[in-house]
């Protein structure tokens, strides 16, 4: 197996070629934040907490997506970076309707955590208090378009995981959101398998079981790499 | 010419409110009005949202009575799912009740009102507050402090935190009580029953002496009351039918369900205030004036139930009458209840029920309209929720206690005004600082909470107006 050798904050590291700048920050413990990341389903940088600065090239780039190259030096909590993240945070705050007092994924928000991660203790960005919907029709889970960050983990899964491709992006901007199907209630999409994947991998309370009050949502984002890596090495007794 | 007088320490009372005082043309007192002036709209924002959150949602509503809220919340849930939920849920609900009831009463006997009967009506207003108790009987203030620590830790016990818990849902609870938890209550108990023999002691010596003229002119007038009571007609706080008993101690109506509550109660708006008025229909408006809380529980109801809570139900009514009619008599009220939650406490964390079976049901939606009901400290509490077929709220109508008791608010404070102000008020008039603590301390029997009944955020300045035939502010005096 031939390996890259790059230089993580000042740090030595190599790993398997082909790898992403994400696994050589993580081989360098340098902890770089991410959201719409998930192990075992294809990166799409969509968040951009993972930005990195690597020496040589003009903008920054998402860790998750770039493939390591030998000789990169790379820095992964620089001011700039930092402040960029909190931003990002912030803004995503901003331009959706989060109220964790009363969420389901309250105390298990992987976007809570980040914020508290980045440092952000107030968004210095208007609240736009979007007009969004909620789509209950589904006979067991429900999504709630208010705590939507668009990471797309629930399409991914879907499509590359459970194999249904019930969920899409719709429009596009501030008006960009999940469609389920061809733009239908959820609970109308015949694709959809119940096997509840999306509601497992999204990292707020945007889905969740009907039955979840306040701070009852408790997702299994580690399905994903699980199944992927059972399907590859054929690990089920009918392969 | 218009003055401000601004006096420190804030009131002790919760929310934003101004009391007004309308004089004639030869300066008689002719109305009194108290406004409350904020407005916070959670019946509107809850539309859209699933009903299985309003347990959460609508206990942000306070952080004095969330309990209430939450369980009103539940039970509406309860019965859009259309199920009756374990009998250890129901109980584990009744225990976090009865939790509330006692650091609620607790919180407004000792920190806020007793100031008032303890340091005197006219002592210092920068001491008459729950430090100036601890100054002047550390041992009663620290009683009162841990009487309302047992309750708010009973609550934390049951769901995890003292405040803003979800932990009752539509189906029953989320945790059941653990074996430790209920030693803990145990051995508390006695400490609990102390406090509020001392308190009752207190009081009642009281009652007998200097308060005597509060008695009879702190909203002292007929009207009806409402409050459930059990089939039998017993003390209840979270289950059973509606009471109304008017004045003269007759059952006006028995054993209503909240399902039908549109039919016997009414809700008039006035322009003043964002407060809206109850009325008990049959009676019209204003005519139908009702008081709910403590006051009304016990006037409804035959008897409680229970031994040490019915002498003492018997002693209030013998000072008091059946029913008493005077509003001051809340405060005597609202000991009694803490002794009837102590005696019920007790009774439940001894029910081998509470700690056996299961304790939440997992239903889907099989209604689309329901009303739950609960007696909040203040009062009896209505959750009325409206939902699409995919459980989405399309309606939410909340009638709060503090609301119910509106127009005894404005009654009360008439009253109190007429006696403590002169006739006709002189031309360029103080009003003295013993009367504006009298009408806050009107107020305060009924411990309102307005930033729940008007479903704000803050605290609560009170506002006191002292108008001319013309409308001319001709005093005025800010607390906040």
């Not at chain 1, 015949?190 to 999204?202: L, M, P, R």
């Not at chain 2, 904020?38 to 859209?48: D, I, V």
Request: some cysteine; charged content about 20%.
């Amino acid at each position: 197996m031939s390996v890259v050798t790059l230089n993580v904050n000042g740090q030595d590291v190599a790993v398997p070629a082909g790898a992403s700048l994400l696994e050589a920050t993580r081989a360098a413990e340098a902890n770089v934040p991410t959201l719409c990341h998930l192990e075992g389903l294809t990166p799409v940088s969509a968040c951009r907490l993972c930005l990195v600065e690597v020496e040589g090239s003009g903008k920054l780039l998402p860790a998750c997506s770039t493939a390591a190259a030998e000789g990169m030096v790379v820095h992964t909590h620089t001011p700039r970076l930092k402040e960029y993240r909190r931003m990002t945070v912030e803004l995503i705050f901003a331009e959706g309707n989060h109220v964790c007092a009363v969420c389901v994924a309250n105390t298990h928000c992987e976007l809570q955590d980040m914020a508290v991660t980045v440092g952000m203790d107030h968004s210095r960005f208007p609240y736009q208090y979007p007009q969004r919907s909620v789509d209950a029709s589904h006979p067991q889970f429900t999504l709630d378009h208010n705590r939507c960050i668009l990471c797309t983990r629930c399409v991914r899964v879907c499509d590359e995981i459970e194999g249904a491709h019930v969920w899409d992006i719709g429009s596009r901007g501030g008006q960009c959101h999940i469609v389920a199907g061809l733009d239908e209630p959820w609970g109308q999409v015949q694709a959809c398998t119940s096997c509840g994947k999306c509601v497992d991998v999204c990292p707020t309370g945007a889905l969740f079981r009907n039955s979840d009050t306040t701070a009852e949502k408790h997702p299994n984002t580690t399905l994903p790499a699980l199944l992927r890596t059972a399907r590859e090495q054929r690990r089920w007794h009918n392969q | 010419m218009t003055r401000t007088v601004i006096i420190d320490p804030v009131t002790r009372i919760e929310g934003h409110a101004k009391i007004t005082l309308h004089l004639d043309e030869a300066g008689h007192l002719t109305d009194t009005r108290f406004h409350v002036v904020e407005y916070r709209g959670f019946e509107k924002f809850c539309e859209g949202r699933p009903f299985t959150e309003m347990a959460g949602i609508t206990a942000r509503i306070c952080g004095i009575c969330p309990v209430s809220h939450l369980l009103a919340a539940a039970r509406t849930g309860d019965k859009l799912l259309a199920i009756s939920i374990p009998p250890a849920a129901d109980k584990l609900r009744r225990l976090l009740n009865l939790a509330q009831l006692t650091q609620s009463h607790a919180l407004s006997f000792f920190h806020l009102s007793s100031p008032d009967f303890l340091l005197g009506w006219e002592s210092d207003p920068a001491k008459r507050n729950v430090f100036g108790l601890m100054a002047a009987d550390p041992d009663l203030a620290r009683a009162g402090i841990r009487l309302r620590q047992f309750g708010q830790q009973i609550l934390e016990l049951l769901g995890g935190r003292k405040i803003h818990s979800a932990w009752a849902v539509p189906g029953g609870v989320r945790t059941p009580l653990s074996q430790e938890a209920k030693d803990w209550i145990l051995e508390r108990l006695p400490e609990a029953r102390a406090t509020v023999t001392l308190a009752l002691e207190l009081y009642k010596k009281l009652l007998d002496g200097p308060l005597q003229k509060e008695q009879r002119v702190f909203g002292d007038f007929p009207s009806l009351f409402m409050g459930l009571v059990t089939p039998k007609g017993l003390w209840e706080h979270i289950d059973g039918g509606l009471r109304f008993r008017d004045a003269n101690g007759a059952i006006v109506a028995d054993q209503l369900s909240e399902d039908d509550y549109a039919e016997f109660l009414g809700e008039a708006v006035e322009p003043w205030s964002y407060l809206k008025f109850p009325y008990y229909k049959p009676l019209g408006y204003p005519d139908g004036i009702y008081r709910v809380g403590p006051l009304a529980r016990l006037n409804v109801c035959d008897s409680i139930g229970t031994p040490w809570a019915d002498r003492e139900l018997a002693e209030l009514r013998q000072r008091s009458g059946h029913p008493a009619t005077s509003s001051f008599a809340y405060h005597h009220a609202r000991l009694v209840e803490i002794v009837a939650c102590l005696e019920a406490i007790e009774a439940l964390v001894r029910d081998p029920d509470l700690m056996h079976g299961r304790i939440r049901l997992r239903a889907s939606l099989n209604r689309n309209e329901a009303v739950g009901v609960s007696e909040a400290p203040r009062g009896t509490l209505f959750h009325h929720y409206k939902v699409d077929d995919d459980g989405l709220l399309t309606s939410v109508n909340l009638i709060i206690a503090t609301g119910q008791n509106n127009l005894a608010m404005n009654r009360t404070v008439h009253q109190i005004a007429q006696e403590y102000i002169p006739d006709p008020v002189p031309a360029g008039a103080e009003i003295p600082e013993a009367m504006l603590n009298r009408v806050e301390a009107g107020i305060r029997c009924f411990d309102p909470c307005l930033s729940c009944s008007t479903h704000a955020a803050g605290q609560m300045p009170l506002r006191l107006q002292l108008l001319a035939a013309d409308g001319t502010v001709l005093a005025e005096r800010l607390r906040g």
